[in-house]
């Protein structure tokens, strides 16, 4: 069964020539740079600190979600390679409807990171340099990766590709480093294994809190998706896709399970200093005795914040478009350049950071800018349910040839898909434990119902639309 899909950025753009796709290498670390930020390396610690060494846990379930998650949208793209990835194939398996709230819910949650990470961003620079204010250097920033998406994706993807790598050759030292120390075969190091179980136990605040951890370790892994956006303007897409989709999610889990694994085995967990005051991995480098640790770990800190927001612009903007595409947004964000780069859209997504950014240095206490990021926090929760929603929802349309001849298989298909739904909603349902939690689930579903509202607005434009089409036909 052939499966109809409508003219997307990949086949529309001029993007066709070989010299301006991205390569195997870069969508390998765009799809690292999109989601080894500030996360990983400053939030660590909180959580650390909240479920102890059972924190490997926390992101070891969280890791395992995605990694369905990432398997079912990986069938899916194979099949068929778009730019917009999982909002086209909600259209294609749900409706609409379904496109339009992922996908526009997707591009918010992109714009409140871009505030974020330009905030952050700014506070360090201005750490740097206090001569001049941080909201300048969030400004200079976020035009700086405007213009490294502006060129072209090619200078995106290189640009990414030497961001992420510093990023993941710091880990790797890490992890090499970390683990010699730990067994005590590093200079001035001693065994120190025993801390995984000592001081309280490995859950020394109960199983359940490193159950409950999986809802705030699950969000540092969302971004993964980025990966399959950027593989449809690949050379290869099909092949791109496939190792998006498999391999990547095992170097990630690598990264972010090994990482804090390190973390919890060489430093006591209740020991561990306040990320406010000091990154986790700051401080474990210190304790390497390398020189300049503290200096080299902001510069890579620094270097993760910039990544991110690199990719963070090109997933919004691609989202953005992929919208207008469909007519979920207003026409002039199809507008590409001639190397196929959605500039209208592109902008678009830089003014809404630009604006949260502007209130959150106008007015720090008026909760605006908390508002945007609690009310973006359900996304990923949203996406995976979608993603798995849509992949049985398409295979259960295929033909048993079609699905014989798939080039990537979700497992133990319908089962996983229910396990990750089920995964999902346990986490929702653990969000509403806490204080902090509630909050994110009632603004997200704030955002939602205005979403909602505007449904009945653009579907008689789509029908509109539809209907002009029918007629020119």
Known sequence: MSIHTTSTATERSPQGAAGSKLR??????????GIIGASLFVGSGNVIRTVGPAAVISYLIGGLLVFLAMRMLGEMAAARPTVGSFMEYARQGL???AAYLVGWLYW???????????????KMLNGWFPELPSW??????????????????????????????????????????????????????????ENLW?????????????????????????????AVMAAAESEDPSKGIRQASTTIIWRILLFFVGAVLVIVTIVPWNQLPDPAEIAPFTYVFSLFGL?????VMSLIIFTAVCSVLNSGLYSASRMFAALA????APKIMTKRSRNGVPLAALIASTVGGFVATIVNFALPDSGIFDFIMNSAGLVALFVYVFIAVTQMRLRSRMSPEEVAGLKLKMWLFPWLNYLLIAGVAGVLVIMLTTESG????WTSLLATVVLVAFWPVVRKKLAVRDAAMSSAS
């Open 95 to 97: 409706g609409n409807w």
């Open 108 to 122: 918010y949650f992109w714009v409140g990171v871009l505030a974020y990470e330009s905030v952050l961003g700014g």
């Open 136 to 193: 300048l250097f969030s400004a200079c920033l976020l035009v700086l990766f405007i213009c490294t998406n502006i060129i072209s994706v090619r200078t995106f993807g290189e640009v990414e590709f030497w961001l992420a790598s510093i990023k993941v050759i710091a880990i790797v030292i890490f992890l090499a480093v970390g683990v010699l120390f730990a067994l005590g075969m590093w200079p001035s190091s001693s065994f120190s294994v």
């Open 24 to 33: 195997s290498r870069h969508v390998t670390m765009i799809t690292l740079g």
């Open 198 to 226: 000592q001081h309280g136990g490995f859950a020394p605040n109960g199983v359940w809190i490193s159950i409950t951890g999986v809802a705030v370790v699950i969000f540092s892994y969302f971004g993964t998706e980025i």
């Open 325 to 328: 595409d469909q007519g979920f």
């Open 438 to 441: 509630r909050t994110q689930v």
């Open 291 to 295: 020189p300049g640790a503290d200096m």
